[in-house]
């Protein structure tokens, strides 16, 4: 098996729509083949509980975690690929990423949302660091909390649209800028555990319609990357496969980022946030879901 597609940052469609379990995992493994490795990103929901969850589909599924009902990730024997837990939290500073943590981070609080995940041994990223809500500015002014971060999101697909409908047009240079001059190379602290690492780039879509991520994934964003427990997929059953997750995301580069803008899922992302979203305030729905409504998605 060569390097891995890794593509962590995904939503699937709308409040985590997708459809069906199989034609889901067919269509990743069409975009990232044999290794790869796929993140879903629960926002205020359980996308990703929802979607591994799932009854009655033909491919095997191997839940890993310390709790079977709370898996981290879960293994597709038959394509050889991995999904992993997700959450992008919505901080009162900005959004920031975490996977490979079994549980939803609730407080909106950017230190007690950073915190958690480290504490918990998550992986934590930046997420579209100078596109809308992201912590590019409060960074800036706090370099400090760069070291709480595993790997920067330096290029992300859906901050394209910026270039022709919304946000700023130049999100993802300047992400990259900031990269190669203030991150590449440096030694970071965790003001949290003290632990010194390097931060690594990566490039992923922010995809939110999963059937547009289908077909060649060649040139659409992604990061490669050499992980051994895809390659001996033994090792995934011990606690052992995320420290080398963590450690080769340290050691990511732009040279390993595969970039290409994602400006029509992000037209439909948009609409929904603008449009649809309104619509059911108005109508008084919401689909923001407490942590007491997992039993219900587990069965």
């Not at 390097?3 to 069409?30: A, C, M, Q, W």
């Not at 549980?103 to 918990?120: P, Q, S, Y």
């Not at 002014?141 to 330096?154: I, L, T």
């Amino acid at each position: 098996m060569e390097k891995s597609k890794v593509s962590l940052h995904n939503h699937l469609g709308r409040n985590g729509n997708n459809p069906g379990f199989d034609e889901t995992i067919d269509i990743i493994y069409r975009g990232l083949g044999a290794g790869g490795v796929f993140g879903i990103a629960n926002c205020n929901d359980f996308r990703f509980e929802k979607f591994v969850f799932q009854p009655n589909q033909r491919y095997e599924r191997t839940f890993i975690g310390y709790n079977i009902k709370q898996p981290v990730a879960v293994y597709i024997p038959d394509k050889q690929i991995m999904i992993i837990r997700g959450q992008e939290v919505f901080s009162d500073k900005g959004h920031f990423l975490v996977f490979g943590y079994e549980r939803n981070i609730e407080r909106t609080g950017l230190d007690d949302g950073l915190h958690e995940a480290t504490d918990n041994m998550a992986i934590i990223g930046t997420d579209h660091r100078y596109y809308i809500s992201g912590l590019g500015k409060f960074l800036e002014k706090n370099p400090s909390y760069e070291g709480y971060f595993d790997f920067d999101e330096a290029y992300n697909g859906t901050s394209e649209i910026g270039k022709w409908f919304v946000g700023p047009r130049d999100a993802n240079e300047k992400s990259i800028e900031h990269y190669q001059k203030n991150i590449r190379g440096n030694v970071f602290e965790n003001p949290r555990n003290g632990k010194k690492h390097l931060i690594g780039a990566c490039s992923f879509g922010d995809t939110h319609q999963i059937k547009r991520f289908s077909g060649n994934l060649t040139g659409k964003s992604h990061t490669m990357m050499d992980l051994n427990f895809m390659q001996n997929p033994d090792q995934i059953k011990g606690p052992e496969w995320i420290d080398e997750f963590r450690y080769k995301l340290h050691y990511s580069t732009i040279k390993d980022c595969a970039m290409k803008p994602n400006k029509w899922d992000a037209l439909c992302h948009v609409f929904n946030l603008t449009i649809v979203n309104k619509i059911e305030k108005i109508a008084g729905l919401t689909f923001h879901e407490k942590a007491d409504n997992l039993d219900k998605i587990i069965g």
